[in-house]
């Protein structure tokens, strides 16, 4: 079994780089690093050097990347998945520097969904400057979609150490990898992609305050603000460019007690299970998965 050590970074791909760069700083309120490669914007949030980055060219996602524990770790990674006959590339040097990491290798999950193991993932020591007070504290977890999330939990179950915290009938099933009651999720689509990208923030007047500045300048609320009862995190869900969904949330579970902890189930149309404090709710907009042009090669 291969063990995550935690979530590492979305990769995602943007026609307008400049808009796309100018929403995550302005509105999200991300961190842009100086730049080292032409096409390419990192975004901070916490002590990763990035957990955004933004790749110029087709728009859509092109990769969502976990870390392991070392080098160690990630060849034996990479063996377990070839045993399993999952293809699975290695990252070149100059790949692997885009990334901030000293190496990696990519592969699909059975849906489509590009994957990146990664090792050794850069952290910077000093505070993040946000370019506005959002409240953020960290990167706190990502959403996949796939048609079958029972086959997708067997998929992390199995290969992975993720562990399900509840399920939401067969439209989500919430993993964990940590205490943290979820830091991957999987809802039901027809198609692989990026359902949404969530950050943590410190307080819920930071939700709040949040909603009031995203309302005032015009973007899209998806959904919220709520509450989650699976998770108790109090959410928010907007839209950004090309059909990328950022989420603030704040006062998330953790299961200290994992063998204590038994799955609920969720019935989705039940009112109050997607949202305990009774608002409108709707399933979020996904970014699309990029297909490489050649199998077991990154799109970028």
């Known amino acids: 079994m291969i063990t995550l050590t935690d979530i590492a970074y979305v990769r995602s791909g943007v026609a307008d780089l400049d808009a796309a760069v100018r929403f995550a700083t302005g509105i999200v309120g991300l961190e842009l690093a100086a730049p080292t490669e032409i096409g390419v914007a990192h975004l901070r949030a916490d002590h990763r050097h990035h957990c955004l980055a933004l790749v110029e060219g087709p728009s859509g996602v092109i990769a969502s990347g976990f870390s392991v524990a070392d080098a160690g770790a990630l060849a034996a990674a990479e063996t377990e998945l070839e045993r399993a006959g999952i293809t699975v590339r290695r990252g070149s040097a100059q790949e692997a520097r885009s990334r901030r ?19 050794q993932q850069e952290i910077i020591t000093r505070p993040v400057a946000f370019t ?40 989500a099933c919430l993993l964990r990898i940590d205490p943290v009651h979820h830091k991957l999720a999987v ?21 709040f305050r949040n909603w009031h500045f995203l309302v005032d300048h ?32 704040f006062g998330v579970r953790r299961i200290e007690d994992d063998a204590a ?25 996904s970014q699309a998965q990029l297909q490489p042009k050649k199998v077991g090669v990154p799109a970028s």
């Open 218 to 249: 015009g973007v899209q609320i998806e959904m919220g603000p709520g509450r989650h009862p699976q998770s108790t995190a109090i959410f928010l869900y907007f839209l950004g460019p090309e059909g990328f969904t950022y989420e603030y949330s």
């Open 132 to 171: 506005r007070p959002a409240g953020i504290t960290e990167f706190g977890h990502l959403c996949l979609d796939a048609p079958d999330v029972y086959e997708a939990h067997r998929f992390w179950s199995t290969r992975f150490n993720a562990r399900v915290s509840d399920w939401i009938g067969d439209a």
């Open 187 to 207: 809802f039901k689509a027809d198609k692989p992609g990026l359902c949404h990208m969530n950050f943590q923030v410190a307080s819920i007047d930071d939700v």
């Open 261 to 285: 902890w038994i799955p609920r189930t969720f019935d989705p149309e039940e009112i109050g299970s997607i949202d305990m404090w009774l608002g409108p709710v709707k399933r979020v907009s």
């Open 101 to 119: 990491v000293r190496e990696f290798i990519a592969f699909d999950d059975p849906f489509g969904n590009r994957l990146e193991l990664v090792s």
